[in-house]
């Protein structure tokens, strides 16, 4: 899956609180075309949650999936470190 990139304008638009919603929907229209051209994100996406245990490992419904060349994709998620862990 393509790395998704903010240009300059996008950056300027972060900074700029006024305008963080068009900031997000642009970040939205460029995920949503992303798994448009990678169909098969969405299969991964759904695999992996079904590794998920509420509060220990969790995966959004639009998270990053990194479709690899060797028959497997890199998921994107939430994993729960307690602070006595630290």
């Known amino acids: 899956m393509p790395m998704l990139l903010m240009d300059a304008k996008e950056l300027e638009l972060l900074v700029d609180s006024k305008a963080s919603k068009q900031l997000k929907n ?32 969790e995966v959004d419904g639009n998270a990053v999936v990194s479709i690899g060349t060797d028959n497997g994709a890199y998921v994107q998620a939430w994993i729960w470190v307690g602070n006595s862990e630290i």
């Open 26 to 57: 642009n970040i939205k229209r460029r995920i949503e075309k992303t798994l448009k051209e990678e169909p098969d994100a969405k299969l991964y996406l759904a695999a992996a949650k079904k590794h998920q245990e509420e509060g220990k490992l």
